[in-house]
């Protein structure tokens, strides 16, 4: 008896807490960077707190979902599961393009995945396909807002409408999008592409089995009549996880779609209210206010009367501001309306007083880098200025730079923003006031010297903020130049790493390719020169070369054909490891963190892919929490047998004409800068 009690107080306390532990229950005002939300396709989480399903391109699709499963099946009841009840609440807000209607719709959604391998958009709203539409086996419920009439057998829905579906896109019910006013059966009109918040409730009650949906003018008590209201039984249709999210796509018209805050629970519980005052609202879309035919007569007279008084300034400036006047008109397109890394050209010629040559304070391998100092903040920029071929696919190129720009690390030298002015687009980052470690380790000024101590620290940087690009953010960004000269050492002698996915622009063809886009010679992994292909482990290998550097204080190669991974790698076998290390450090280094980083140099800069460490377990060894590997095979290291043919030194950054210049190959090919 003494022990049966608390045995069964045990299970009676305990075990329906397990079972219920299930229940999810959330709330997001806004979406943080760390918000637990899976994303995929076009979406964004904006700085500010916008989750973006899509923005105003054309037959996009965006996936938006709650980054855990949550349990659709009561076990309690398990001799006749039947699914949970959820109650969800979210404001969204649909921008539409300039076009008379936008497109194409969003969708609250019930999948078993997030990911919608297949899915179209426009009309499939990113959730189904014209494979799998209307198959049981989809196991989808989901809640369209739609803004386009319906097609095939929902020609007749409306536009602007609300509509159940399971499975495919035949609604089970669809209604204008309206809501019954103080429970009377009059219904007042909501417009959903209006630029305007837009709040809804969806209900299942799982004993019942009804689906409400219930929308309203973002702010408002919740209508107390529900638009639809549903018998239906999910039991069939869900899972039991499932995962809950949103949708959108647009097609040939487009609209920016917005979830600006998002509650749910399970199992009978009211989502929690939302407080609209918390909410984020989107940038401003310009886009809009040019519907108004005020505004474009207003946005018009002001650029005539510019253009009149430029004239009056002169041919020069005339012409430079009729293509500002025309970029806000025409060219400045959603992305550049939805970027919130944009700057203004102005702020930058004054911040580099003019792009002055004094003010130059690198020669990039994309460009000049100049320093400003923003006048306002007082704050000082590295602007770097690349010059392009062609304002062609600017939107592919704005967008990859707004990936750059969410990139953020202590050891990377983070995009702040970018801007482009005529042929030239302007990167904006931050200021890194000690210079490259290039200079830091070849040419130091008034006889410094890159103590041991700071080298470590620094290695242990660079490994921080390739880990970094590799495996931690939200895609794997490859470095593709890593090398001393693109690491920059900031105030407290930390390394920060610059010019990353730089040339991941070049690959969309719109940087002129004059100078090392694939990587620098006596850096670039030996199975490149084959496959073209960087890949992390190339990056790793950069690495490896790198951190031979730090040790000897030798550049990657001479003028010759000495390679200094060779040459370490010789004198190790030969135990003269002692006569690779820098002269310079004297004796003054830890022997320990010495041999770690020379072995790890050289496996990191192994001939063969497979030898090489990732950056995590990089990051591991030099930590101390794993023990190097012993390594007794190094492959085969004879550089000088690889052949480079003149395409692929083309491929490797060198002109056609510099290769002229150097017909015989490597030998004869500039020492590694
Ligand atoms: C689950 O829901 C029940 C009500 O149905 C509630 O009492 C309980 O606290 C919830 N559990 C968790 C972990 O949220
Ligand atoms: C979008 O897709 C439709 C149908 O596949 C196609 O007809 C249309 O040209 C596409 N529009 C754009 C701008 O890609
Ligand atoms: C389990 O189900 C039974 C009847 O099906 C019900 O009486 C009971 O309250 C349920 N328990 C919980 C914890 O939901
Ligand atoms: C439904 O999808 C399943 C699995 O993808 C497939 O095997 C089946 O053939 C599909 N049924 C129809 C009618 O297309
Ligand atoms: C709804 O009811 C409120 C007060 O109950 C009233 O102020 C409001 O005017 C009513 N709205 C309409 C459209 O009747
Ligand atoms: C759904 O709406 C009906 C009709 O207004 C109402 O009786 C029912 O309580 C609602 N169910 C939920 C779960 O809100
Ligand atoms: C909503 O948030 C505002 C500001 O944070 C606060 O003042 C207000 O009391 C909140 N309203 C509710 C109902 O919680």
């Given at each position: 008896m003494g022990i049966s009690l608390p045995c069964f107080l045990f299970f009676f306390f305990f075990l329906p807490v397990f079972t219920q532990s299930k229940n999810t229950s959330f709330i997001f005002e806004g979406f943080d960077e760390g918000a637990e939300i899976l994303t995929e396709g076009a979406v964004i989480m904006k700085p500010g707190g916008i989750l973006r399903l899509t923005d105003r391109s054309n037959n996009i699709t965006g996936h938006a979902f709650y980054a855990q499963p949550v349990q659709m099946f009561d076990k309690n009841s398990s001799s006749s599961p039947s699914a949970s009840s959820f109650s969800t609440s979210f404001v969204f807000e649909i921008i539409r393009s300039r076009s008379v209607s936008g497109g194409h719709g969003l969708a609250f959604v019930l999948a078993p995945s997030a990911k919608f391998p297949g899915a179209e958009p426009g009309h499939y709203l990113g959730i189904f396909s014209s494979k799998n539409d209307g198959n049981a086996s989809n196991h989808i419920f989901f809640v369209e807002f739609d803004t386009v009439n319906g097609f095939n057998e929902n020609a007749n829905a409306q536009g602007n409408h609300v509509a159940i579906g399971i499975n495919g896109m035949v609604s089970l019910v669809s209604e204008p999008a309206s809501y019954y006013v103080n429970n009377t059966n009059h219904k007042e009109e909501v417009?959903?592409?209006?630029?305007q918040p837009v709040q809804a409730w969806i209900e299942y009650d799982g004993v019942k089995k009804i689906v409400n949906v219930t929308i309203s003018p973002g702010g408002m008590e919740k209508p107390v009549k529900p638009l639809i209201s549903l018998r239906t039984d999910l039991t069939d249709v869900v899972k039991e996880t499932m995962f809950v999210g949103f949708s959108a796509s647009t097609g040939e018209d487009s609209s920016s779609h917005y979830i600006l805050g998002w509650s749910f629970s399970l199992n009978g519980l009211v989502a929690p209210p939302l407080n609209f005052s918390n909410l984020p609202r989107p940038p401003k879309e310009k886009h809009s206010m040019a519907d108004d035919p005020k505004t474009v007569a207003l946005i018009s007279a002001l650029c005539i009367v510019t253009a009149l008084l430029l004239a009056i300034v002169g041919y020069f400036l005339l012409f430079r501001r009729r293509g500002n006047c025309r970029n806000s008109e025409s060219t400045l397109e959603d992305w550049e309306i939805n970027s919130p890394h944009r700057w203004r050209y102005k702020d930058l010629y004054a911040a580099t007083k003019g792009f002055k040559e004094s003010e130059v304070i690198g020669i990039g391998g994309f460009g000049a880098v100049y320093i400003g100092v923003l006048p306002t903040e007082r704050r000082e920029v590295a602007v770097k200025k690349i010059t392009r071929n062609s304002l062609q696919g600017m939107r592919e190129f704005a967008a990859e730079i707004e990936t750059l720009g969410r990139l953020r690390h202590k050891n990377l030298v983070n995009l702040l923003g970018w801007c482009k002015q005529n042929n030239d687009l302007l990167l904006v980052y931050e200021y890194i006031p000690n210079g490259s470690l290039d200079s830091l380790l070849f040419n130091p000024k008034n006889g410094f010297l890159l103590k041991w101590e700071q080298r470590f620290n620094i290695i242990k940087g660079i490994a921080a903020g390739l880990l970094y690009l590799h495996e931690e953010w939200e895609q794997v960004v490859i470095h593709r130049d890593v090398k001393p000269s693109n690491v920059l050492i900031d105030g407290e002698m930390n390394a920060r790493l610059g010019d990353f996915g730089l040339a991941r622009l070049y690959d969309h063809g719109?940087?002129?390719?004059?100078?090392n886009v694939v990587g620098t010679i006596g850096y670039i992994a030996p199975e490149m020169t084959r496959t073209g292909k960087p890949t992390t482990s190339s990056d790793v290998y950069a690495y490896g070369v790198l951190l031979l550097e730090m040790v000897t204080g030798r550049r990657p190669t001479d003028a010759g054909n000495w390679m200094l991974v060779d040459w370490v790698r010789d004198c190790q076998q030969l135990g003269k490891t002692l006569d690779v290390i820098d002269p310079l450090l004297g004796t003054n280094y830890m022997v320990k963190e010495m041999e770690l980083v020379l072995t790890l140099g050289l496996i990191c800069s192994h001939?063969?892919?497979?030898f090489r460490p990732t950056m995590r377990q990089v990051m591991r060894y030099l930590s101390g929490d794993d023990v190097l590997p012993f390594v007794d095979d190094w492959g085969s290291a004879d550089h000088s047998q690889l052949v480079y043919e003149p395409d692929t030194m083309f491929m490797l950054g060198f002109s056609r004409d510099t290769f002229k210049s150097y017909p015989q190959q490597w030998n004869s090919l500039p020492a590694g800068r």
């Open positions: 417009l959903l592409e209006s630029s719109r940087i002129s390719h004059t100078t001939q063969v892919p497979d």
